[in-house]
């Protein structure tokens, strides 16, 4: 059974060099499901903070300064580029009207990087 996500879960990003942490927006609905993130908890920075060095060769900082190093690797600070929601969400349990994150969603990165949460921040609350 999944788990779910609070806010101060730890996250992973497949081009990463560090995990990051999630920070859930308030909850609509308040109460009992403070701290509890949803699928829309998607927004760079504002939920998704950055993880390290990426070294993902679709990113665009990071094609720059290889071309410049003669085509030298050279990995640059992430900049997450999430456009989209977690996928697929718990569709029984939902927070405010949206579908609960749960420890199984992943998020994509515009770069081709996959996020996923490698800790949901509590282990209680199963959905």
Do not use: Y
């Given at each position: 059974m999944a788990v779910l996500v609070v806010d101060g879960a730890v996250l992973t990003c497949s081009f990463g060099a560090a995990p990051s942490t999630l920070?859930?927006?308030?909850?609509?609905?308040?109460?009992?499901?403070?701290?509890?993130?949803?699928i829309m908890d998607f927004a760079p920075f504002a939920n998704i903070r950055p993880f390290g060095i990426c070294s993902s060769p679709a990113n665009p900082q990071v094609i720059a300064p290889n071309s410049a190093?003669?085509?030298?690797?050279?990995?640059?600070?992430?900049?997450?580029?999430?456009?989209?929601?977690?996928?697929?969400?718990?569709?029984?349990?939902?927070?405010?009207?949206?579908?609960?994150?749960?420890?199984?969603?992943t998020c994509n990165c515009l770069w081709a990087g996959v996020i996923s949460v490698i800790s949901p921040g509590q282990q209680a609350a199963q959905v």
């Open positions: 920070s859930a927006s308030p909850s609509p609905a308040g109460g009992t499901n403070a701290g509890a993130a949803t190093a003669a085509g030298v690797f050279t990995p640059q600070p992430c900049i997450p580029a999430t456009a989209s929601p977690w996928v697929p969400g718990s569709p029984a349990v939902t927070i405010g009207g949206l579908p609960a994150l749960d420890n199984a969603c």
